[in-house]
């Protein structure tokens, strides 16, 4: 299924918001559900992955294809949705998505492919932002980064929002923030490292929580806690009060909704995913609880991308970055099954 949709510019985004869609709200609860499972489907290669609460479905980045992902856990049927101009287009990455639970809609990015193969040494090309509506099957809108970034950082590769439905992007090469307006589509530059050093890896994946906004994977190796009502992004360092850990290099973090926000998990890519709990939910310090470490049955090449919720169950996302080029440069392999691993009971055995 191929969507083309507007292609929207910020400028533009404020005329055009009025004729879209109405957004849709719900508050469903989903079935339990548990257990290690595999989306059969023909190059699905996960990058990111997020549930939806409101239809109870899970939605995957598909990297080398650029497409998304719409799969149900409960009848395991796989739907992919293509985007004009960006799916099997080699320019271009599809890895973050983020559901907003209070509208339903999702939000994807269409990063410049070469920013992460070359790490941080070609970050040029087009980046964009994508809202999309999974009910009505429409593209709301499409937003080009760069005209922001200007080419001088890149590797957009997570989104979140605040409680007014701002958009916050993270970038990788090196690490920044932006923010897209909710309402009238304005980017802006919300947090610059202080020296722009493209190959310096900076923020891997953010997480927000009401208005409070984590991030972690910027060569301090800390988690940082950002205040989105802020005007400009400024990064508190969280103290570990319990506990030691180094971080490798990491990818997504995700914030459990089961347990209300208070326990974060940190994908690191040859690790595991490493857990740490604020009490509180306050985020003010946090204690480390332990690793859930990559499983060795894994293949070579096989790294943990993210941590995501489906149901009431919590799982490990892994990425066969062994099978990228197996087509030619910038082209996926030729699998057909992707796992997903139930690491549930290992998280609360540590809480």
């Known amino acids: ?24 709200k719900g508050n469903k609860t989903c079935p339990p559900f548990n257990g290690n499972f595999s989306i059969k489907a023909y190059q699905v290669y996960p990058e990111n992955a997020d549930f939806d609460f409101n239809n109870c479905k899970l939605y995957v980045g598909q990297i080398w294809n650029a497409s998304l992902g719409i799969y149900d856990p409960y009848t ?60 009505s099957n429409y593209l709301l809108y499409k937003i080009n980064l760069t005209e922001t970034s200007q080419g001088k950082y890149g590797g957009f590769q997570d989104v979140e929002h605040d409680p007014e439905g701002n958009v916050f992007v993270v970038g990788t090469w090196p690490g920044t923030l932006l923010r897209v307006d909710g309402e009238g589509g304005e980017v802006r ?39 989105m009502n802020d005007k400009k992004g400024v990064p508190y360092p969280i103290p570990i009060t319990r506990g030691n850990h180094t971080f490798g290099a990491s990818d997504a973090i995700y914030l459990l909704p089961k347990y209300k926000g208070t326990v974060l ?14 009490k509180d939910a306050k985020w003010d310090s946090a204690e480390f609880l332990g690793l859930v470490p990559r499983p060795s049955t894994l293949e070579p090449g096989t790294n943990v991308v993210a941590p995501v919720q489906v149901g009431d169950a919590v799982y490990m996302v892994v990425e066969q970055f062994g099978d990228e080029g197996l087509g030619g440069p910038g082209t996926a392999g030729n699998r057909a099954e992707f796992p997903f691993l139930d690491i549930t009971a290992e998280v609360e055995k540590m809480l």
């Open 1 to 24: 299924m191929r969507l083309s949709g507007p292609i929207t510019t910020a400028a533009a985004l404020a005329c055009a918001v009025s004729a879209l869609p109405k957004p849709h």
């Open 76 to 135: 395991s049927v796989h739907t992919t949705i293509e985007f004009l101009n960006i799916s099997h287009n080699p320019s271009f990455h599809l890895g973050a998505v983020g559901a907003d639970r209070r509208t339903g809609h999702l939000f994807l990015i269409a990063d410049a492919a070469m920013a992460f193969p070359s790490e941080g040494k070609d970050i040029s090309g087009t980046n964009w932002l994508m809202q999309y509506d999974p009910v």
């Open 189 to 227: 530059e919300w947090y610059l490292p202080e020296k722009i050093v493209p190959t310096e890896k900076g923020i891997g994946g953010i997480a927000a929580l009401g208005w409070i906004l984590l991030a972690q994977g910027d060569a301090s190796g800390k988690i940082w806690r950002f205040n």
């Open 265 to 278: 998990l940190v994908a690191e890519d040859t690790i595991g995913i490493s857990v740490f709990r604020s």
